[in-house]
């Protein structure tokens, strides 16, 4: 009999590998969506009981947590991560925590190269040459990404290349890829008939193997066959160690949902609801859709736009993209997020980000917290509140048009009826402000590549023009000076033909965007 070339082992032995100073490479996402939450935690109680494994360099290019003790919690003591680098930090916030108390170094930078800097690691090339962070708060020329002011390595580079303006992101020599699937087979073969998304696990894997590194898989299933060879994502001969987790979830949220990798599978309907502010600013900003479009959407606000889109019966003239790898179906809201019901297919992370990075998505729709007058916005980093870009970045700067959509002002409250808005609190902090405290969004970089960019709230409707924000719609009910302009730190462009919101948005009834769509 063949002797297996990996080994079988508990977490505890598992982490026993991983040395002082290595750099270790989390694959997986969001809220448990392929997250190696078994490995990580062993990570954490290793390092409370023996001090050891310490000062890691982590990297995961998706955020992963649960935004309270999961995921990239389990690292959260001091003295165990020297230097974190993640694409998005928001739902890890007790490492988040010790990175603003400068108790660890850490960068944010674009999800999308995070992804591609997997692959290029892993075939040793010297880096990630792209466009990407151009302008935003990752160029060098800003804040290159850094967290804090004990980071204060360059690890962005600008490059000049035929006279024009690149980032260089630099290859990692990855000690140890922690990844997860659903099975191995006989030979290690990884699996991942139950995972929501593959993510970059396959390149994490080559990257420490291709450095003389190990690969360390978690699962729920050991199998004593043989897989199909086209069912395999990562190949046996990668995976050094095998931590099986018989209780593994398909995310934190959900143990087991086969409509989230099955097209033909039903879900509830119950978890697709529209309420309050979220239902009248994602039917205004669904209004900007056209069919045959590709169409990206950010976490949080706009995951209401394919609700919107299966309401008014559109949802098979569209191709909904996230940027987790799912395409063609409708994708799951809220913490949960990162997944598709009754998607058409799932590819790497990685690939999908190349589409984007190519300009392929016509339509983003993406949240924001904060907008200066030039029209750039800040959606990473506001207040004591670190959350980072994710794919914001990647997304936003390659898009043939943008709709920032958010709520007009910081807990506002408001009276919605079927006739518009009346405001009884206009906020307590404004989001429209003369200073950006980070700059996520580049206006000035968008109108160089003539992207259309709106911006959409419950109150009004901003453009973006050469001279500023252009106001051109508000909606019925409201008062353009109380509850918009005296609302703002600037006054914006009005439009001479300022108009109302269409009346049926506020309605509880179809908007006839079936009949209207225009064709793209």
């Known amino acids: 009999m063949k002797v297996k070339k990996f080994k079988i082992v508990s977490a505890k032995e598992a982490v026993s590998y991983i040395n002082d100073g290595d750099t270790v490479v989390f694959g997986g996402a969001g809220a448990g969506h392929a997250v190696p939450d078994k490995v990580m935690r062993e990570i954490g109680v290793s390092y409370v009981e023996t001090n050891h494994p310490k000062g890691l360099i982590t990297v995961h290019p998706c955020g992963i947590g649960d935004n309270d003790t999961r995921g990239m919690n389990h690292l959260a003591h001091e003295g165990l991560v020297d230097t974190n680098i993640g694409g998005f930090w928001g739902n890890a916030p007790k490492l988040s925590a010790l990175a603003k108390d400068n108790k660890l170094k850490g960068y944010n930078l674009p999800q ?111 199998k004593d066959t043989n897989c199909k060879p086209g069912n395999v994502k990562v190949p046996g001969v990668f995976i050094d160690y095998i931590v099986q987790d018989k209780t593994q979830n398909m995310t934190f949220i959900s143990s087991f949902d086969e409509a989230l990798v099955d097209r033909n599978a039903t ?132 898009t043939k048009k943008v709709v920032f959509c958010g709520s007009f002002a910081v807990k506002s409250e408001q009276e919605i009826t079927e006739n518009g808005l009346y405001i009884t609190n206009p906020g307590k902090f404004n989001k429209f402000i003369n200073n950006l405290e980070q700059v996520t969004f580049s206006s000035e970089y968008a109108l160089e590549n003539n992207q259309e960019v709106l911006y959409v709230t419950e109150r009004a409707l901003f453009e973006l023009t050469p001279k500023g924000l252009l106001l051109k719609e508000i909606a019925p009910g409201v008062d353009l000076q109380r509850d918009i302009l005296d609302k703002m730190d600037f006054t914006p462009l009005i439009s001479e033909s300022l108009k109302q919101y269409d009346a049926d948005i506020f309605k509880h009834v179809k908007m006839g965007l079936f009949e209207e769509i225009p064709t793209i």
């Open 267 to 398: 879900y509830e309907l119950e978890d697709l609801k529209l309420e309050g502010l979220k239902r009248i600013i994602m039917r205004r900003a669904s209004k900007e859709l056209e069919e045959g479009s590709f169409v990206n959407l950010g976490y949080g606000m706009s995951d209401g736009v394919p609700i919107v889109a299966q309401n008014e019966g559109i949802l098979d003239r569209l191709t909904f993209m996230i940027e987790q790898g799912p395409t063609g179906g409708i994708p799951t809201t809220g913490l949960n997020f990162g997944a598709m019901y009754n998607p058409k297919s799932i590819v790497d992370d990685g690939y999908q980000f190349d589409f984007f990075h190519g300009g392929g998505l016509d339509i983003t729709y993406l949240g924001f917290a904060q907008i200066d007058q030039f029209g750039n916005v800040n959606s990473s980093r506001f207040g004591n509140v670190l959350t980072g870009c994710g794919g914001f970045i990647d997304i936003s700067q390659n």
């Open 112 to 222: 999308g190269v995070l992804a591609h800097l997997m692959r290029a690691s892993g075939s040793r090339k010297p880096g990630v040459i792209t466009k990407v962070g151009l302008r935003t708060f990752v160029d060098p020329k800003l804040e290159g990404g850094k967290i804090n002011s004990i980071t204060t390595k360059d690890f962005v580079s600008h490059i000049d290349i035929q006279r024009e303006d690149y980032l260089f992101y630099p290859s990692l020599k990855v000690d140890v890829a922690i990844i997860r699937g659903t099975s191995v087979d006989a030979e290690g073969n990884l699996t991942m008939e139950e995972e929501v998304g593959s993510f970059s696990m396959l390149s994490i894997a080559q990257a420490a193997k291709s450095n003389g590194g190990i690969v360390i898989a978690q699962v729920k299933y050991i």
